[in-house]
């Protein structure tokens, strides 16, 4: 595995703009399937396919 730390200094990255949009209310998840998953909106509810320092 590469040394995924070699290039992570701030001056290496642009200044970014983020967008984020409005959020309409919508119908929640009950408390216990909003527990499990960590949200209690179903918008919110996004699967993780992060990698780990793969170039």
């Known amino acids: 595995m590469q040394n995924c730390n ?4 701030p001056d290496n ?7 984020v949009p409005w ?5 929640i998840y009950e408390l ?3 527990f499990e998953i ?4 179903p ?3 996004k699967p993780f396919e992060g990698r780990r ?3």
């Open 32 to 34: 216990d399937k909003a």
């Open 13 to 19: 990255y642009p200044l970014a703009m983020a967008y």
């Open 53 to 55: 320092c793969q170039k």
């Open 6 to 9: 070699q290039d992570f200094y």
């Open 43 to 45: 918008a919110l509810d």
């Open 23 to 27: 959020q309409e209310w919508k119908p």
């Open 38 to 41: 960590g949200t209690i909106f």
